[in-house]
Antibody
Framework: EVQLVESGGGLVQPGGSLRLSCAASGFTFSSYWMNWVRQAPGKGLEWVAI????????YYLDSVKGRFTISRDNAKNSLYLLMTSLRAEDTALYYC??????????????WGQGTLVTVSS | SYVLTQPPSVSVAPGQTARVTCGGN??????VHWYQQKPGQAPLLVVY???DRPSEIPERFSGSNSGNTATLTISRVEAGDEADYFCQVWDNSSDHPNWVFGGGTKLTVL
């Protein structure tokens, strides 16, 4: 059974940093593109970042470029999101999501349950 | 950047047909994916590549895409279909490729 379990969320002050993790199981993690998607309270979905199977390609939402870094450790079946210079508008539930086998344009077939990040003083 | 526009809400009586639209410039040239999200749950893929369905999704869910509008159609709507629906496309038209989601449509079953 495919499982994605996020962790690392919490309350952080503006300007602070946080590292999110996503533990994957039930599939060959190293064979899939992976994403982070966020959802502010009561709002819609917003894609944040995507990383290729071997980590050689990464793309970001413009508003997080230079502040967030997506990475992965295929030996540990884990996806990460390092978030720095956090702002109030980064407050959201952060999901990790798997891309269906193939290239970047394929849909997301599995999602975790999310980890909540709250940026507030 | 590419923008997807969805109506905030759609209402339909049980047994009727619901249509949720997703507007975008020449969206017919892109592959559109649709997700269902119920309160407190993660999104669930219900239609991909405009009109294909994952095996576990009922045939009542279908999609189409042409011109500037993609449409998710839910036939014989049931109470359990009440949820938020989001469309999604991959925008690789610039040197900053990215995923774009529509703002979401809340489907209310009357």
């Amino acid at each position: 059974e495919v499982q994605l379990v996020e962790s690392g969320g919490g309350l952080v002050q503006p300007g602070g940093s946080l590292r999110l993790s996503c533990a994957a199981s039930g599939f060959t993690f190293s064979s899939y593109w992976m994403n982070w998607v966020r959802q502010a309270p009561g709002k819609g979905l917003e894609w944040v970042a995507i990383i290729k199977q071997d980590g050689s390609q990464k793309y970001y939402l413009d508003s997080v470029k230079g502040r967030f870094t997506i990475s992965r450790d295929n030996a540990k079946n884990s996806l990460y999101l390092l978030m720095t210079s956090l702002r109030a508008e980064d407050t959201a539930l952060y999901y990790c999501a798997r891309v269906v086998t193939g290239n970047t344009g394929r849909p997301f077939d599995y999602w975790g349950q999310g980890t909540l990040v709250t940026v507030s003083s | 950047s590419y923008v997807l526009t969805q109506p905030p809400s759609v209402s339909v009586a049980p047994g009727q047909t619901a249509r949720v639209t997703c507007g975008g410039n020449n969206i017919g040239r892109k592959s559109v994916h649709w997700y269902q999200q119920k309160p407190g749950q993660a999104p669930l893929l219900v239609v991909y590549d405009d009109s294909d369905r994952p095996s576990e999704i009922p045939e009542r869910f279908s999609g189409s895409n042409s011109g500037n509008t993609a449409t998710l159609t839910i036939s014989r709507v049931e109470a359990g279909d009440e949820a938020d629906y989001f469309c999604q496309v991959w925008d690789n038209s610039s040197d900053h490729p990215n995923w774009v989601f529509g703002g979401g449509t809340k489907l209310t079953v009357l």
